[in-house]
């Protein structure tokens, strides 16, 4: 069962950053897609930024520019750049097996979580 541990959050400044990192111990992340979504108080959860296993990416508006999403061997980061107070969230990472396919999605339809990480910007 793979099992996907998040880590980097933190307590940033408005216009700080912070890089949030993926890993999947004992497993590699190369055959899975992978999308970062996060979950503000109140609000809906939804995806901000997704890389495919041919490493396509995709962005939502409000962090296109901002974010960046990568992978490295067996990590997938979000570099989240020029931070603001809206971006304060739990941020998760999801995974789907998807062996050389160009694709990844926004949407929630992924069969593997993290527990998630907080991200708070506050000055």
């Known amino acids: 069962q793979l099992q996907l541990v998040e880590s980097g959050g933190g307590l940033v400044q408005p216009g700080g950053s912070l890089r949030l990192s993926c890993t999947a111990p004992?497993?590699?992340?190369?055959?899975?897609?992978i999308t970062w979504f996060r979950r503000a108080p109140g609000k809906e959860r939804e995806g901000v930024a997704c890389?495919?296993?041919?490493?396509g990416t995709n962005y939502v508006d409000p962090v296109k520019g901002r974010f960046n999403v990568s992978r490295f061997k067996n990590t997938v980061y979000l570099q989240m750049n020029s931070l603001k107070p809206e971006d304060t969230a739990v941020y998760y990472c999801?995974?789907?097996?998807?062996?050389?396919?160009?694709?990844?999605?926004?949407?929630?339809?992924?069969?593997?979580w993290g527990q998630g990480t907080q991200v708070t910007v506050s000055s």
């Open positions: 999801a995974a789907d097996w998807k062996p050389r396919s160009p694709i990844c999605t926004m949407q929630p339809q992924y069969p593997y």
């Open positions: 890389i495919s296993v041919t490493r």
């Open positions: 004992g497993f590699g992340l190369d055959d899975y897609a």
